[in-house]
């Protein structure tokens, strides 16, 4: 059974800081990462997906894959109160579907 | 509006009914997913569609709970006989599926929100 383990948090950050999420899972064989967040009685909003290992940016986002640590992680700079919310980290299944984290509840403070 | 569409967003039914929820993926996805999220819990997959076939319905309990996506129209999950423990938000992605190079990102709509009584 594959897992995804993430940190529950609360993460909280000051306005303007970076904030770091963590992401690990089980499955070696995993070949497609991606990172959702969702707000408070909202649907997940896809943030980014990553495939190779390094990282991969966009905007104030930058995604990071280890595949030989089994680790991804999502690094928000520039943090702002809109991006409070929780962060669903997810790994693809072989292609037949997605295994998510708890998700990351992260507070950004003014 | 080319997103994930879902109706109703909001269903209430009382024990022992049928629960019907509707989902029509993005312009161009062939590929349907359904998500359960009970409160303050995480997403769990049940059942995976392309048109006409179940790919894998391996998170779906195999009692009660069916779904389908036909040739023509929505794809559907239908619960029946509901519990109070059905109370939850059913949301569903689509992805391209294969032809391009993300082909298995998932975009989810906006969720049905069940309420069992």
């Known amino acids: 059974q594959k897992e995804v383990e993430q940190n529950s948090g609360p993460l909280s950050v000051p306005e303007g800081a970076i904030a770091s999420l963590n992401c690990t899972y089980s499955?070696?064989?995993?070949?497609?990462f991606f990172w959702y967040r969702q707000y408070s009685g909202k649907s997940p909003e896809l943030i980014m997906s990553?495939?190779?290992?390094g990282d991969k940016e966009d905007g104030r986002f930058t995604a990071q894959l280890n595949k030989a640590s089994q680790y991804v992680s999502l690094l928000i700079r520039d943090s702002q109160p809109s991006d409070s919310a929780t962060y669903l980290c997810?790994?693809?299944?072989?292609?037949?579907?997605?295994?998510f984290g708890p998700g990351t509840r992260l507070s950004v403070l003014p | 509006n080319a997103g994930v569409m879902q109706n109703p967003r909001h269903l209430v039914r009382r024990r022992g009914q049928e629960a019907r929820l509707r989902c029509s993926p993005m312009?161009?996805?062939?590929?349907v997913y359904w998500y359960r999220q009970l409160p303050e819990e995480g997403l769990k997959f049940m059942v995976y569609?392309?048109?006409?076939?179940?790919?894998?319905e391996s998170g779906m309990p195999k009692e009660r709970f069916s779904a389908e996506f036909p040739k023509e129209g929505p794809s559907i999950l239908r619960i029946q006989q509901v519990v109070r423990g059905d109370s939850a938000a059913y949301f569903c992605?689509?992805?391209?599926?294969?032809?391009?190079?993300?082909?298995?990102?998932?975009?989810f709509g906006p969720g049905t929100r069940l309420t069992v009584l």
């Open positions: 569609l392309q048109k006409e076939n179940i790919i894998d």
């Open positions: 992605a689509s992805s391209p599926g294969e032809g391009t190079s993300v082909y298995n990102e998932q975009f």
């Open positions: 990553i495939y190779s290992n």
């Open positions: 997810a790994v693809d299944n072989y292609g037949q579907n997605f295994v």
């Open positions: 499955d070696r064989g995993s070949q497609s």
């Open positions: 312009k161009g996805h062939s590929h």
